[in-house]
Each structure stands twice: as C-alpha cells, then as structure tokens.
C-alpha cells in the first residue's frame, strides 16, 4: 500500500513540474514579441529616460538607407526601402530667408539640405543663421565661396573655392560638409578629386524652377515643383520620379511657396527622403 502511494504521488509530482514549465516559457516569449513595441515612438515619448531611451533608435534611423546615383537620384540601398521619395535641397545659403525656410520645414517635419556660398558666412551675423540652421537638424552643405562657374577657374582657383568654404563651415557648426554641389552644376575632374579628398559626396539635382525668371511666381513655382513640369522653359513633360532630387533657392518666392509645395508632394505619395540616411563617404 506505502509503493502504490509512493508511485501515485511521485506522480503528481511529475505531472505539477510538466505544467508549470509551459506557461512560464509562454510568457517569456510573449514578453519577447512585446520588446519592439516597447521601442516605438509614442511609447518612447511617454518614458522618463527619453534622452537614453532614444539614442539608439535615433542612430538606427540613420544608418544609410539611400544612395546618390550618376544621375543625381537618390535610391535606396536594398530591397524593401521606400523608393517613392524626393530630396529637397536649398542653394545658396544663408542669404535672406534660409532660416525661415529651415523653420518652416522643421514644422512640416522635413528634412533638407542646406548648400551654403562662403559669401554668405563672413558677417557674426550670417555664421549665426548657418548655426541657427544646423542646430535645428539640418544637413550643411559646400556650394563653393563665390557661386563661381568652376570651368573658368584654375586648379588652383577651384581648391581654394572648394576648401575655404569647407572650412568655414567647420568654424560654424563643428563639422565638415559631406556634399558637394559645384555652382550651375558645372564639375571639372579637379574638382570632383577635391571633393573627393574632401569626403563630400558630388551632387547634382534632377530638376528646379525658382530661378527661371517666369518661375519666381510663388503659385507657378508651386505647381511646377510638384508637377515636375516646367512647360515655360520648354519642359512640357514631367520630371518628378521616385529618387528625384529637387533644387531649390534661398529666395522669397521660394520661401512663399515651400510649405505648399511639400504638402502637394506629399499629396501625391512622395516622402520626402532623410539626407541623414544618405550614405556619404566614410
């Protein structure tokens, strides 16, 4: 009688153990599947620690996404990235109303970059508006010194119109430029071997209006830049792709017209792609 008992509740026990392992490792892998979620934005924002929180998804998202092409389109790196993106860019910064711009775009939730002239950057107050800029998370860009036509000019010439500005900005912001746009998008091989030995990343654009004297119209502009077309400068077909790089001016014209023109690109499905996730050369 003493065995059949023995056996009965050694049982009992066996069976007690089989039960409580299964849900134990079922709410382990529940709590598994519950991590990414816990790493999502809203959540994040409602976390004591955002700062420590958010380092590292802010650095993920960063991480190069997109590439510039021959071509001067922006795509993505590998499969499964969105491709129907544009990038906005601005020229010739700081002028007049780069700042307003930059506010403007950071209340859209937008990314650009700002191509600065180092013609700009020699007043205490003009270094102010490129900080000011680059403070809110906008990338700097070099455009040269003098807007010159870089064909015309020596090797010489050209390194010095390349390299100061590069410097500039560093004295600014506390970091080199890591693009590059020659003015009239005019490259020479120097150059590109300067911007090269610089690290900056050559970028041209695939289409812009706002210097087009029929375009420095703040409702003709809009329409051309989210249509793509230009049909008053004999582009009567569209240019907006997916990858499509969008040139644009510290103007007034352009600063009207920049908050409809995003949101009329965005009605038509583009986002508007992050510069931070362009690769660049390490």
């Given at each position: 009688?003493?065995?059949?008992?023995?056996?009965?509740?050694?049982?009992?026990?066996?069976?007690?153990?089989?039960?409580?392992?299964?849900?134990?490792?079922?709410?382990?892998?529940?709590?598994?599947?519950?991590?990414?979620?816990?790493?999502?934005?809203?959540?994040?924002?409602?976390?004591?620690?955002?700062?420590?929180?958010?380092?590292?998804?802010?650095?993920?998202?960063?991480?190069?996404k997109y590439k510039v092409s021959d071509d001067a389109t922006i795509v993505p790196l590998k499969e499964g990235i969105n491709e129907k993106v544009v990038l906005l860019t601005i020229d010739d910064v700081p002028d007049k109303y780069a700042v307003e711009m930059a506010k403007t775009l950071k209340k859209l939730n937008v990314q650009a970059i700002f191509f600065a002239n180092g013609h700009f950057l020699e007043t205490p107050e003009q270094k102010k508006q490129l900080?000011?800029?680059?403070?809110?998370?906008?990338?700097?860009?070099?455009?040269?010194?003098?807007?010159?036509?870089?064909?015309?000019?020596?090797?010489?010439?050209?390194?010095?119109?390349?390299?100061?500005?590069?410097?500039?900005?560093?004295?600014?912001?506390?970091?080199?430029?890591?693009?590059f746009r020659a003015p009239h998008g005019m490259n020479t091989d120097h150059s590109k071997q300067v911007a090269k030995e610089e690290n900056m990343v050559l970028m041209n654009w695939t289409y812009g209006y706002d210097y087009f004297e029929p375009y420095m119209n703040v409702e003709k502009l809009t329409n051309a830049m989210i249509t793509g077309e230009g049909p008053e400068v004999d582009i009567d077909y569209s240019l907006l792709k997916p990858g499509a790089n969008l040139l644009m001016h510290d103007r007034e014209w352009t600063n009207k017209a920049l908050a409809d023109i995003v949101n009329g690109l965005r009605d038509k499905g583009y986002e508007m792609v992050d510069p931070h996730q362009v690769k660049t050369i390490d």
């Open positions: 009688m003493k065995k059949v008992i023995t056996i009965l509740m050694l049982i009992l026990v066996l069976a007690a153990c089989g039960e409580s392992a299964q849900p134990v490792s079922e709410k382990q892998s529940e709590n598994e599947n519950q991590k990414p979620e816990q790493t999502s934005g809203e959540e994040r924002e409602q976390q004591p620690n955002q700062q420590d929180t958010e380092s590292k998804p802010t650095e993920k998202m960063e991480e190069p900080k000011e800029i680059h403070e809110m998370g906008f990338i700097i860009g070099n455009h040269t010194y003098s807007h010159a036509n870089l064909t015309t000019l020596s090797e010489k010439e050209q390194t010095e119109e390349i390299v100061k500005v590069s410097d500039q900005i560093e004295e600014i912001i506390g970091e080199r430029p890591k693009f």
